[in-house]
Structure formats: C-alpha cells, structure tokens
C-alpha cells in the first residue's frame, strides 16, 4: 500500500514488487489515496503540492500538530475514511501479508489490525529517515527501517518488532567508480527538488554558480515554473522530469538535496555524497538532520557551510569515508529478504 504523493513511495513499492516476483512472491500495489471517499486523495495530493511548494509555513505548523505533537490526534483525521474500503480490498484479495510504504497507510492498517479487521499481518516499510509519530500505529506487526535509530525508536514508540534493511533502491543504482576530486572545470553538482520540484533550489543553484567551482545541475522534476526560473541563472544547467536520474549521477561530484527522500537513497546506493541544504519544512528537514546524525550525510545550514561542505569533499579521505558510510548501508539484508522471512 502506497500513496502518489511525489514519486518516492510509489517507485520503492513498485521496485519492491519487482524484487519480490523474483523470488517467487506475487504482490500487487494500491495507492491508499484512492480508498478515501468523495476524491479526497486526489484533493490531498493537490492541497499537499500547493502547500510545500507556495506555502511552505502551513506544511510546517501542519506537520508539528498531526505528525510530531504528543497533543495531536491519536490518529490521522483520515483513517477511519479510508478503513472500510482497504477491509473491503483485503477481503477480495486475501493476500497473505500487508505491507505499507506510506504513514497513512501504515494508519489504516494498523487501525483495522488492531480492532480485529484485518486477518492477515501487516507490516510498515518506513521510507523516512527520519520517524514521525504518524508511521508508529502499535496495531501493526512489524516494521522495516533504514537505520538502527529509526529501529530503536520503533520498538521504544511501539513495542513492536523492528528490522534494518537496505534501502530499496533500483538496480541502475549499482557502484560506480570514484568521480575524480579535482581537474579541470567547475564540479557538476546534483542540485535536487523532488519529483514536484519543491524548495527554493534556485537559490542554492546560485550560490554554486557564484562559487566558480561548481556546476550546479538543478533536478527540477515536473515543475516548468522552477526549471525556467533556474534556466535563467547563468552557469547553471536546469532540467525536468528524468526517467533516467542514474545517468545524471554517473559524473556528479555531489547532491545537495532538500527532502531526504528516494534521490538521497539512490546517491548513496551510487557512491555519490549527500549535503542536506535548505530542508523543506517537516520531513524534509527531520531527515536532514537525522541523515546527519547518522553519518550518512551533512547537514549545511547556510551558503558559507554549503561550500565548505563541498570544499572538504575535494579531500579523498573525506570523500572515501562519506561514500564508504552510505555504501555500508546496502550491506545490510534486503527488503525482500526480511519480507520473505516474514510472511506466513
């Protein structure tokens, strides 16, 4: 169960799927947006995409009341709408397990699970770094994390059995050999938006341009709006939506990234490093920070320590302990593999 909010959630299930077909395991993706009645997902996907991108503010006062607050709502307002129809869905597929890749659907279930609904496990894949209250339902079975602290904060939330997995990236994500640390030219550097092209990229695209050092290359995903705005600055490449974003960090010499999703899984799976750099509100910036903690990234807080970042990969030893840090990650067990071991 996952939700087409962005692109994230919907390519980790749909890979997912792919990786589990080849071991013999049939599964089916449903977006948990269309079990709400009266075109209420499709409304949620447009209000969350006019908020993160115009105002940005409203996302963040949204995200510290429903999905950090002790205070808030014990349950998303949404749950119990989209409940019925996901018990209706489980009736007429009897799968043998139920996995989400998405916190509401990581509600629903374990709302349904926990009042005796849903016959069947249900396990929560929680793509974030960074775990907000919201993914933590106690009526869910299991759940797969990307680190050892979103593990330890699971169990200590939920009581709940708790694995780490390997980020589910695709396989075009495989390793590559190391970008050169200096020659001739600026360093092209992934500047990314996410798949709705979010964040005040252009602004970080112009520091970089400034620098005479780096290339920024603006991933600007579907939003024209931004790719013509980027596409002004000058020493700047700007470009859309890319099926093949693999082949854009084949020469990149970093990603500075601005919501900590899939595009930063993917970078690390490449051996590409990862700067946190003006955080979108909420999830972006908790998992900025929280990729920090971790290791697996840095966190610049303003232009000055953006560059510096930058700069200090110019040293092999510090680029090879970045890299080795995020690599190290996908020696964990796959998904597929805890999945498979899971399943009655």
């Not at 709302?111 to 849903?118: H, I």
């Not at 005040?200 to 290339?215: C, E, I, K, M, N």
Request: proline residues 7%; glycine residues 10%; positive net charge.
């Amino acid at each position: 169960m996952s939700a087409s909010m962005g692109a994230g959630h919907d390519r980790v299930a749909c890979e997912l799927t792919r990786r589990l077909a080849a071991i013999g395991i049939e599964s089916e993706v449903i977006d948990v947006l269309d079990l709400l009645p009266l075109r209420l997902g499709p409304g949620l996907r447009r209000c969350y995409a006019w908020t993160v991108r115009h105002a940005p503010w409203v996302y963040a006062g949204i995200y510290r009341i429903f999905f950090t607050s002790s205070r808030g709502p014990a349950i998303s307002p949404l749950t119990v709408l989209a409940a019925s129809r996901l018990e209706r869905a489980v009736r007429r597929r009897e799968p043998a397990a139920l996995l989400s890749t998405f916190h509401l659907g990581a509600q629903v279930a374990g709302y349904l699970r926990r009042r005796g609904r849903l016959p069947v496990p249900s396990l929560v894949m929680v793509t974030d770094f960074a775990v907000h209250r919201l993914w933590l339902h106690p009526g869910n079975d299991g759940y797969l994390c990307l680190t050892p602290a979103a593990v330890r904060d699971v169990r200590a939330a939920t009581g709940r059995p708790a694995w780490c997995h390997a980020p589910v990236v695709g396989p075009e994500f495989g390793r590559r050999d190391t970008v050169p640390v200096s020659g001739p030219g600026p360093r092209p550097v992934l500047v990314a938006a996410g798949s709705w092209g979010v964040g005040r990229v252009d602004r970080t695209a112009r520091v970089l341009a400034a620098s005479g050092r780096y290339l920024p290359v603006v991933m600007c995903g579907s939003n024209e709006r931004l790719r013509r705005r980027v596409g002004r600055i000058g020493a700047c490449v700007a470009v859309g939506w890319r099926e093949d974003p693999a082949e854009l960090m084949t020469s990149a010499y970093a990603l500075v990234d601005n919501a900590s999703g899939l595009t930063c899984k993917e970078a690390l799976a490449a051996g590409v490093p990862v700067i946190g750099h003006r955080p979108i509100p909420g999830h972006g910036a908790d998992g900025a920070r929280a990729m920090a903690r971790a290791g697996l990234a840095r966190y610049a807080r303003d232009a000055a320590e953006l560059l510096a970042s930058l700069d200090g990969l110019g040293l092999a030893s510090e680029r090879d302990r970045q890299v080795a840090r995020g690599r190290a990650m996908f020696d964990r067990p796959s998904a597929e593999t805890v999945l498979s071991a899971l399943l009655p």
